[in-house]
């Protein structure tokens, strides 16, 4: 998700600031994984004990590199929340074994003892293992979630990164300088520029490596999200792969792709009698611990089967990696009738007019917007939310687009129900190590709804591989050039994100096997976030979601665009993937629900009564933020959020509303929210629940000093206003609020104006208001407030 720019990418709305909350530090603190023991050797001496194996369900390090038996190897470690880090790991790793034949182990710092680094070292010396860590940032300059324990550990004692966890590790837990000395290792930081912290994890880590002892190997890799993270990376791979050889002293050879040899498939596909398979087949279920059933019971509801088999191993705790299915109580669409224009080119080539979604006339395409909001159940799962949390979701393919692709790579419907598992091809030296892509044994059609995102962009890498699949030699050597020359490959594939049914449909001499499809070229479909737009307070077992739909026109070149070929160009329409699925079920649900006659839409209909996982449920869990109200609600609270960066604001000022209305005695302090749309008769989102709330302090019944100040930036006749600019109008009463009464003031919406422009424009208030003598001292005070976590951003670039 993050690797798209936000132009494509679903709009989610996700938190820069809350990563490293106390809930997650107590969840992993429970999960101690070391034994102490006391010093036996001068080594331990160094580190004042000896680690020994692992507990609490973590992997041994040790054990797992000393299995491998390798003469030398690579062991890379990703820091990754939307799989950008965990595919540059793999695929610097795949080269080394490709050029170098290194064996690579690609690991997920979560899955392993990581403080077994400390005994590999101690152990086995630094001469046979070179270690890469790929490291995106998030929020305040935080780890990703599969990295924080890892992160809380190395980083304790150093004064940098989280002070939270610095406090609860055990002082004989805490590595002291030299701990790690010799480590060699390569290092790879994932960031955006956008924000405040950019690739702080990366840097911080690198710094923190040095100190302990660890030797880099080449430069340190940094990633920009804003401008090229391919290009970045890229850049670094090339002078990596030559530190890599001569730190082993191995031969470098040249680069470039080998046309010639042939493409060896990672996996090998093996088709499972269904006969064996069928309590074993997976359905889309995300947890890869054993497969769920589910059946309706007598009185309606829904639950899994009772069948102790499935009921001893399931997880009762849901986490990223176990999803509760949490079923739509609600949908309800928060604007009609918008939509976004497109002029174009009158030599492209349009769409078909008279699509549901868009219209197509003169040389415009038209396109519908949506907006939904959608309440999800969290029943009895035992899952809890704060107001401000985030949840993430796991979306589904759109079957025609499936469907389209299984057609592109000439499959009959016979060869997407088979049931089918991958096993690790042994001509291929990558294989022994490599991740299973999805839960298996499963039929390739859910493999290719459920399991993998059949609609992201093909990645320049893999025109090489489908280069080799080609049979036409035209085609062959257009593909292969795409794989190499970086500047025609994001003209004619990035910018207008073709997918791999474009690349079928453009060169149909490919004839690449379905195992190289779903075992390497797709990648597994990545959870999406947003900011829970429901209030805990109020609603606690139900989860809101505010998700704007994306969908776009663009021009598209034939990928094989020689300067001739213009009749080919063309105009695409893009849609995103998690909420064009959102869309769809709340479309479902209205058709089904018309049929019941508006009864609530029943998880299972008549015909599909054998669906494996009901309808209208969705893959979730709860991710904390530390995106909160004050704890006192005395407290004034500024929130500016336009957009669908209302979303947790929505849920904010429900709350204050709530509580002043049914606990007085409270005295809530004021709720201001500054919001923006195009137009208040168009894309006012949450305009009835506002004015009726509103009404309500204007007549009196509730005691509350609410303020709904909006900026519309489409109304004819009228000036552009933005959020900012209300923000300056009411200057003196913001600085009252957060300068005077020591309020918070939160901002939630797009990074790279909006939250910008939002920064500027209270520093410039605080200089005016708040007696502060010099624009210096002014943005002390901003960064200050900060630092007390009461100025809070929940934004994404
Ligand atoms: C909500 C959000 C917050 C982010 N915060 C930061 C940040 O504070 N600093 C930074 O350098 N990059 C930040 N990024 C950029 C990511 O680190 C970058 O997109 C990276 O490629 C993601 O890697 P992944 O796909 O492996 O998770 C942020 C991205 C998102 C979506």
Redesign the pocket.
């Known amino acids: 998700m993050?690797?798209l720019s936000l132009d494509f990418t679903d709009v989610v709305i996700?938190?820069?600031v809350g990563l490293l909350s106390a809930a997650y530090y107590f969840f992993f603190k429970k999960d101690s994984r070391v034994v102490v023991s006391p010093a036996t050797s001068p080594a331990a001496n160094a580190t004042k004990k000896e680690i020994t194996k692992s507990s609490a369900g973590k992997k041994s390090l040790v054990e797992k590199l000393r299995s491998q038996n390798n003469e030398n190897q690579l062991v890379f470690f990703y820091g990754?929340?939307?799989?950008?880090?965990?595919d540059l790991a793999t695929r610097l790793g795949t080269e080394c074994t490709k050029k170098y034949s290194l064996p690579v182990l690609v690991c997920d710092p979560e899955e392993y003892d990581m403080m077994e680094l400390v005994e590999w070292i101690e152990n086995e010396g630094t001469e046979s293992t070179l270690f890469g860590f790929f490291m995106?940032?998030?929020?305040?300059?935080e780890p990703?979630d599969n990295t924080v324990d890892f992160y809380e550990w190395i980083m304790a004692g150093s004064g940098k990164g989280d002070d939270e966890g610095e406090e609860e590790i055990d002082d004989d837990e805490l590595l002291e300088s030299g701990s790690l000395r010799g480590l060699p290792y390569v290092a790879f930081g994932?960031?955006?520029k956008t924000?405040e912290?950019?690739?702080?994890i990366g840097k911080r880590l690198d710094q923190r490596l040095a100190k302990l002892g660890g030797v880099r190997v080449g430069e340190l890799g940094l990633?920009d999200?804003d401008d090229s993270?391919e290009e970045d990376f890229l850049a670094w791979k090339t002078a990596v792969l030559v530190d890599i050889a001569k730190h082993f002293g191995l031969q470098v050879t040249a680069s470039g792709a080998q046309r010639d040899a042939p493409h060896v498939p990672l996996f090998d596909l093996v088709n499972v009698a269904e006969d064996n398979a069928l309590e074993r087949i997976y359905y889309g279920e995300h947890s890869n611990k054993t497969p769920r059933r589910w059946q309706m019971l007598k009185n309606g509801t829904l639950d899994q089967e009772d069948d102790p088999k499935y009921v001893e191993t399931e997880k009762t705790t849901y986490d990223s990696k176990h999803p509760h299915y949490g079923r739509i109580l609600k949908s309800r669409p928060l604007f009609v009738d918008v939509h976004d224009e497109y002029g174009f080119d009158s030599n492209l080539l349009l769409p078909k007019a008279g699509h549901k979604r868009y219209q197509v006339s003169d040389c415009k395409v038209r396109i519908e917007r949506h907006c939904l909001h959608v309440d999800l159940d969290l029943g009895d799962s035992g899952l809890k939310y704060v107001t401000g949390d985030h949840v993430g979701v796991w979306p589904v393919n759109d079957e025609e687009h499936v469907q389209r692709l299984a057609q592109a790579l000439n499959i009959s419907h016979g060869v997407l129900d088979s049931v089918v598992q991958l096993n690790p091809n042994k001509k291929n030296m990558s294989a022994a190590n490599a991740k299973m892509p999805f839960p298996a044994p499963c039929t390739v059609r859910t493999a290719l709804v459920n399991y993998l995102d059949v609609s992201s962009t093909i990645k320049q890498h893999q025109l090489e591989i489908l280069a080799k699949y080609a049979d036409d030699p035209a085609e062959r050597t257009a593909l292969f050039e795409l794989s190499e020359n970086r500047e025609r490959y994001v003209t004619l594939i990035e910018k207008s994100r073709k997918d791999l049914a474009d690349i079928l449909e453009a060169f149909p001499s490919i004839a690449v096997p379905i195992v190289v499809v779903i075992g390497e070229l797709l990648p597994r479909i990545a959870v999406r976030y947003y900011s829970i737009s429901s209030s805990s307070v109020e609603e606690p077992t139900k989860v809101g979601i505010t998700a704007v739909m994306v969908r776009y026109a663009i021009p598209s070149c034939h990928p094989a665009h020689r300067a001739d070929d213009k009749k080919n160009d063309s105009v695409v329409i893009r849609e995103g993937l998690a909420t064009s699925w959102l869309q769809r079920l709340h479309e479902q649900r209205t058709e089904s629900a018309s049929r019941t006659n508006g009864a609530a839409a029943a998880p299972f209909s008549q015909e599909d009564e054998a669906l494996p996982i009901p309808r209208f449920h969705l893959p979730m869990y709860i991710r904390t933020s530390n995106f909160k109200l004050p704890k006192n609600p005395r407290l004034p609270v500024v929130m500016v959020g336009p957009g669908t960066g209302v979303a947790p604001f929505r849920a904010f000022v429900r709350e204050r509303f709530h509580l002043a209305k049914t606990r007085p005695e409270m005295q809530v302090g004021p709720t201001w929210l500054f919001y923006g749309c195009r137009h208040p008769d168009k894309d006012f989102l949450y305009r009835d629940e506002f004015e009726q709330m509103e009404k309500e302090v204007a007549d009196g019944s509730v005691k509350l000093d609410l303020r709904i100040l909006k900026a519309y930036s489409r109304v004819e006749g009228q000036k552009k206003q933005y959020v900012q600019h209300m923000v300056q109008q009411h200057a003196e009463d913001v600085w009252n609020m957060i300068g005077k009464q020591k309020g918070s003031f939160y901002v939630c919406g797009d990074a790279k104006h909006m939250a910008h422009d939002v920064h500027e424009t209270l520093t410039a208030l605080a200089l005016d208001h708040g007696n502060l003598g010099t624009e210096e001292r002014a943005k002390t005070w901003v960064k200050d407030l900060k630092s007390q976590s009461r100025y809070l951003e929940d934004v994404?670039?």
Do not use: F, I, R, V
């Not at 995106?136 to 300059?141: I, K, M, R, S, V």
């Not at 912290?197 to 702080?200: C, M, P």
């Open positions: 993050a690797q996700l938190s820069t990754s929340q939307t799989g950008t880090a965990e995106a940032t998030y929020g305040e300059g990703t994932l960031g955006n924000y912290h950019y690739n702080a990633g999200d993270m994404w670039a």
